[in-house]
């Protein structure tokens, strides 16, 4: 084919929409240059063929039976063949066996005058190997509109396979190693959760195990006292004395960290509780708590809480306990219990006018076996508010302090709300 | 129901914990023959007359029971499952009396038929209570005087 001048190339022609031209046989349509000025046939023609034997994509027509007619350059580079050696030979040459039962159907459906739209497919080169393509089939009809060939245009995709294939793999890498992440977390968890379940276990058993020595110790101290104290030196009486409250101290730790270990371990299902009548409960039981020896003013109603009783009543009792123990010598205790809205939760305080806790020690104190009180004024465990919190914790709520050690302490303890 | 009547099996392990309730009887003035075992297994072999406790002479069938929960071989709790089990000893009444008091193991021998749950160490009143909740579930045992 004689190559084009620049100028029959790039000079600028307008489609018409109601002319065509008979163009090595196929009818297609004609183009204008300036008006009035008609472009040669030939040139059109070659300006065609140009751009077809530029293109990158393959571009080849066949006959109705399957047999090459034109072969561009972009079908030499991506097949492998030079026109020479396909033209008249059938298309099925690019076939990969497993594929040739793709021909008769792609042939069947041109003859009916149908189109094939980006068809991904795989098509074998010229040295054996294997080539992802593209392909759009269209058919080809001459002056009367029969159907005479195909023009195929098939776009070498294999670099775009190959990336969806690194970005499956990848995403296949990912989910592997995602799920290896999550099971090596599950085994984790699972291993974790043992352990503690066995440290609970263990701590169980033996606050449980201490406390029969522990008893013993307090119970035959005091059958002693009982039963033989009328008879007894004064100064034994008192070591007597020492040793049952020994014991009972130690009695009390092992209790205060067993609670501590069953809040830990067990589950709390949480119910509406009534934060009034658990208050005035827990006073009533407590002497201490009550007149002359205390002063608590409950400011009614206390708001509705969500949460599980027994550790509620436990958590609430420490609080009030503690509110009124922690005095100065001589100072009745002045209790305020209140109830507020804060966000979805109910804060409960309990404001007293004792020692006071200084803002510098109030992180400590929540800790289990932390205690502030070091002049032995205060008997305590150290364990009450861990408790505290632990319960508040389990129940979905939280407990902390506001004090200026100086002017009391403001503890509370927060709970979902119920409905009020 | 007459105390001097009354035998009571005492299935605990440790001699303090029995030394403790003897004690807490004879405050309460209660005297009634009391028999001990120290683990599970003698305990079902006891109830069973089998065994060392074949001689019901010696060992005479229990009016009430003191069951301890950590037990050496059966636990408190499956020897409480198989008194409950047994027809015959439907009437025998078990007291638990252990040194948990966890709402779990309450809820575990409320399940399987206790008559009642105390925490050691036994005292007094414990048994004061123990003597009233017999004399009123066993009313038509007692000849009238």
């Known amino acids: 084919m004689k190559a084009l001048s620049e100028q029959q190339f790039t000079k600028p022609i307008a489609r018409s929409h109601n002319k065509s031209v008979e163009l090595d046989g196929h009818r297609v349509p004609y183009f204008e240059g300036d008006p009035g000025e008609q472009m040669p046939a030939f040139i059109l023609s070659q300006r065609l063929a140009a751009i077809v034997e530029s293109s990158d994509d393959a571009i080849i027509s066949k006959d109705l039976n399957g047999i090459i007619a034109t072969w561009n350059r972009g079908a030499e580079r991506i097949f492998g063949y030079t026109a020479e050696e396909v033209i008249g030979e059938s298309i099925t040459l690019l076939l990969p066996p497993e594929r040739y039962n793709e021909e008769p159907e792609i042939l069947h459906r041109i003859r009916n005058g149908q189109q094939i739209d980006h068809y991904e497919t795989v098509r074998r080169r010229k040295d054996g190997t294997l080539v992802d393509i593209s392909l759009t089939v269209s058919p080809v009809k001459d002056a009367d509109g029969r159907v005479i060939g195909a023009s195929k245009i098939a776009r070498d995709i294999t670099a775009r396979k190959r990336a969806e294939a690194e970005l499956r793999s990848a995403k296949d890498e990912f989910a592997r190693l995602n799920e290896d992440l999550e099971s090596r977390v599950r085994a984790r968890t699972a291993s974790l959760t043992e352990a503690i379940s066995h440290l609970e276990e263990f701590s169980y058993t033996v606050s449980h195990d201490l406390r029969a020595p522990t008893r013993s110790m307090k119970c035959y101290a005091q059958i002693v006292l009982e039963d033989f104290g009328a008879k007894l030196d004064p100064e034994v009486k008192d070591y007597l004395e020492r040793i049952r409250r020994g014991a009972e101290r130690m009695d009390r730790l092992i209790q205060d960290v067993l609670t501590y270990s069953r809040l830990s371990r067990s589950d709390v299902a949480a119910h509406p509780v009534s934060l009034d009548s658990l208050v005035a409960d827990i006073i009533q039981q407590y002497p201490e708590m009550q007149a002359p020896r205390a002063a608590i003013t409950v400011r009614h109603p206390l708001l509705n809480v969500f949460a599980h009783e027994p550790s509620l009543v436990q958590a609430v009792s420490n609080l009030l306990i503690n509110a009124v123990k922690f005095m100065p010598a001589g100072r009745v205790p002045e209790i305020t219990v209140r109830s507020e809205l804060h966000g979805p939760n109910i804060r409960l305080w309990i404001e007293d006018n004792g020692i006071g806790i200084k803002p510098e020690h109030q992180d400590r104190l929540f800790r289990i076996f932390e205690r502030l009180s070091t002049n032995g004024h205060y008997e305590g465990t150290g364990i009450g508010l861990a408790i505290v919190r632990k319960a508040a914790e389990k129940m979905g709520g939280a407990a902390g302090v506001e004090s200026d050690g100086l002017t009391g302490s403001r503890f509370w303890i927060e709970l979902p709300a119920a409905s009020n | ?145």
Do not use: C
Not at chain 2, 16 to 35: I, P, T
Not at chain 2, 40 to 57: K, P, V
Not at chain 2, 58 to 65: D, E, K, L, R, S
Not at chain 2, 96 to 117: C, F
């Open chain 2, 1 to 145: 129901m007459n105390d001097r009547n009354q035998i009571i099996l005492v299935i605990e392990d440790s001699p303090d914990d029995v030394f403790f309730l003897r004690h807490a009887l004879k405050k309460a003035g209660n005297s009634g023959a009391v028999h001990v075992v120290t683990d599970g297994q003698q305990a079902l072999d006891y109830l069973r007359g089998i065994g060392n406790y074949s001689d019901r002479m010696a060992f005479p069938f229990p009016t009430v029971v003191f069951l301890d929960l950590k037990l050496p071989l059966v636990s408190g709790f499956d020897v409480l499952a198989w008194i409950r089990a047994q027809p015959a000893l439907n009437l025998l009444p078990v007291f638990i009396l252990t040194g948990s008091a966890e709402e779990r193991d309450r809820a575990k021998v409320r399940e399987l038929g206790a008559k009642d749950y105390f925490v050691k160490p036994p005292q007094r009143a414990m048994v004061l209570q123990v003597m009233e909740t017999l004399s009123r579930n066993q009313p038509s045992r007692e000849k009238p005087h």
